[in-house]
Nanobody, 121 residues
Framework: QVQLVESGGGLVQPGGSLRLSCAAS????????MGWYRQAPGKQRELVARITRGGSSYYTDSVKGRFTISRDDAKNTVYLQMNGLKPEDTAVYYC???????????????WGQGTLVTVSS
């Protein structure tokens, strides 16, 4: 009924940049917060960045100053601009909407399929 489709991952050299995109589609009434999580091999999934409908953002300390989260509500899309990438950023990145309201009035948490970011020379 509703889906989050991610794109933009890939292989990049240290110091390089990538932009991830996540588009929500389906029977959507409204979306409040949108965020990005990541999970590296052998590590727990962690919240990387989050942005509210009003534009308030959060970043985990390890990415502050390097990553920027943004959204386009007309397209139900959230972006993650990643600059100055480090090998430690290598992970599968997941888009997340914790409070999507459907057209029938239900609230759902929705996850994207994940996109792999590999930072290596």
């Amino acid at each position: 009924q509703v889906q989050l489709v991610e794109s933009g991952g890939g292989l990049v050299q240290p110091g390089g940049s990538l932009r991830l995109s996540c588009a929500a589609s389906g029977s959507i009434f409204s979306i409040n917060a949108m965020g990005w999580y990541r999970q590296a091999p052998g590590k727990q999934r962690e919240l990387v960045a989050r942005i509210t409908r009003g534009g308030s953002s959060y970043y985990t300390d390890s990415v502050k100053g390097r990553f920027t989260i943004s959204r386009d509500d007309a397209k139900n899309t959230v972006y993650l601009q990643m600059n100055g990438l480090k090998p430690e950023d290598t992970a599968v990145y997941y888009c997340n909407v914790p409070d999507l309201r459907t057209s029938t009035g239900r609230y759902l948490e929705v996850w994207g399929q994940g996109t792999l970011v590999t930072v290596s020379s």
